[in-house]
Nanobody, 124 residues
Framework: QVQLVESGGRLVQAGDSLRLSCAGS????????MGWFRQAPGKEREIVAG????????HYADSVKGRFTISRDMSNNTLYLQMNSLATEDTAVYFC?????????????????WGQGTQVTVSS
């Protein structure tokens, strides 16, 4: 059974840092593109960051550039999102997702595997 399981979300204060993890199982995800998405209440799911096969390329939403870093550990099939200088507008449920191909996409419909999400809440 293919699974993506996120962890690391919690309540933090504005300005704090947080690292999210996404552990993959059931297949290797090192040869496909992966991404972090988030969805705030009443808003559409949006891409936060993406990483291509082999960490050759990364993509960041303008709102998180310079603050968030996506990375992956292919040896243990895990995706990470390091989030620094968190702001209240970063509050959302964060999802990791995997494509079936190697290139990054900003469209959530292009991702086949999804985790259940982890809640990040940033208080002022």
């Amino acid at each position: 059974q293919v699974q993506l399981v996120e962890s690391g979300g919690r309540l933090v204060q504005a300005g704090d840092s947080l690292r999210l993890s996404c552990a993959g199982s059931g297949r290797t995800f090192s040869n496909v593109a992966m991404g972090w998405f988030r969805q705030a209440p009443g808003k559409e799911r949006e891409i936060v960051a993406g990483i291509s096969y082999g960490v050759a390329k990364t993509h960041y939403a303008d709102s998180v550039k310079g603050r968030f870093t996506i990375s992956r550990d292919m040896s243990n099939n895990t995706l990470y999102l390091q989030m620094n200088s968190l702001a209240t507008e970063d509050t959302a449920v964060y999802f990791c997702a995997a494509r079936r191909t190697y290139g990054i996409s900003t469209d959530s419909h292009d991702y086949f595997h999804w985790g259940q999400g982890t809640q990040v809440t940033v208080s002022s």
